[in-house]
């Protein structure tokens, strides 16, 4: 734990960060109608691909109404 300490200021914001996409992509996965690609597929890579996922979804997976 000691050697982990001095990152922490940078780490936990990252942490939040992370977080917050990750539940707000999902929140949008459900909530629209339709995505690029097949929801289940999208889920996994929002859950599982980081910080890059979610951004990933916004970006290409999300169709516009």
Do not use: K
Request: no cysteine; aromatic share 14%.
């Amino acid at each position: 734990m000691d050697a982990i300490r001095p990152y922490l200021p940078f780490l936990v914001p990252i942490l939040i960060l992370q977080v917050g996409l990750m539940l707000f992509a999902l929140i949008d996965l459900i909530r629209r109608p339709a995505a690029n690609g097949p929801r289940w597929l999208w889920a996994f890579i929002i859950i599982f691909v980081n910080i890059i996922g979610p951004i990933a979804y916004f970006l290409i997976g999300r169709r516009e109404e």
